[in-house]
């Protein structure tokens, strides 16, 4: 409940920052000239969201796979779907090797769940199962149009920033002192919405195990996920660099999160069993200041406090 919490505070407090952007507008400006970046904004979001899905199809290469072709993975769609009570999605594959998986779709109904060919060669059937419940979390709890909702707002204010630090009205005096405020307002709600974009992860996650997955598999599938990323060649891990925000974890900060998640695994055996998770449940998590400036700035949470939340989700 806390996370979910957390998520309608952020979008409370981001459409409070709007409504503050109006009146503030509306007082020194006209408020004709919001409307004008408001619609500009509203434009580009419907572009997006008719377009997107065919943006990543394009981006990831993917091929949508019927259940003769890859009767496991459709199985393992199918079962997530059903006890997530949301339509089965359709289900693709991207011949990438990077190991990864995500979720993307204008709404349930048209909701996919693509795989990499990466991923499919490295983990094993339930873990594989737990990446999959993951993103039929993220379907379920409609968090993509959430975020891409939020992001609309950093869109406006960068515009309104560009537009009164440089309009040569001749109050230049409040527009520029518009202009800047607005350009503070855009860096706070682009930090809001990496914010928010963590918030869903760790929801996701706690999805995946609420459909049946053991916390210990989806961990030990993210372990492997770090260490597929991290010793990628530079091609594969450019090739993905528009999707990072989709996948399960991101591959930029792979080589930083595998020297974390090493000391996790204490027989070296490549996995993060149930006892090695639940060892991780008692320990305290301290990140070092750099770490956590570097967390503000990403879509993902750091990895290590993401499985120490799952350890917490384990009988």
Request: charged share 20%.
């Amino acid at each position: 409940m806390w996370l979910q919490a957390r998520m309608y505070f952020l979008i409370a407090l981001m459409f409070a920052i709007v409504y503050a952007m109006v009146i503030v507008i509306a007082r020194y400006a006209g408020v004709t000239n919001f409307y004008v970046y408001a619609v500009i904004a509203s434009v580009m979001l419907i572009i997006q969201y008719l377009i997107g899905p065919k943006i990543i199809e394009w981006t990831m290469k993917i091929k949508y796979v019927s259940q003769s072709e890859a009767p496991e993975l459709h199985s393992m769609v199918t079962e997530m779907a059903e006890k997530a009570g949301i339509p089965k999605p359709r289900v693709a594959i991207s011949e990438m090797g990077l190991p990864n998986a995500f979720a993307f779709g204008r709404t349930k109904k048209d909701g996919r769940v693509c795989v990499t060919r990466g991923i499919m060669n490295l983990l094993t059937k339930k873990e594989l199962k737990a990446v999959i419940g993951h993103e039929i979390s993220h379907l379920k709890n409609r968090d993509v149009a959430v975020i891409t909702l939020l992001s609309v707002i950093p869109m406006i204010c960068w515009h309104l920033a560009w537009s009164f630090m440089f309009s040569g009205r001749r109050d230049r005096g409040n527009a520029a002192l518009i202009g800047i405020a607005a350009f503070v307002l855009y860096f706070v709600t682009n930090l809001l919405v990496l914010y928010g974009s963590r918030i869903r992860e760790y929801y996701a996650d706690k999805g995946a195990v609420e459909l049946g997955n053991e916390p210990h598999e989806l961990a030990s599938a993210l372990y492997k996920l770090v260490y597929g990323s991290a010793t990628a060649s530079k091609a594969e891990l450019k090739a993905a660099e528009g999707c990072r925000a989709f996948f399960a974890n991101d591959p930029a900060h792979a080589g930083t999160d595998i020297k974390e998640l090493k000391a996790l695994d204490k027989d070296m055996s490549g996995t993060l069993d149930k006892y090695e998770l639940a060892e991780l449940k008692h320990r305290d998590i301290k990140l070092g200041t750099g770490d956590k400036v570097m967390e503000l700035f990403t879509t993902h949470p750091n990895m290590l406090k993401r499985i120490k939340h799952l350890s917490h989700l384990q009988n």
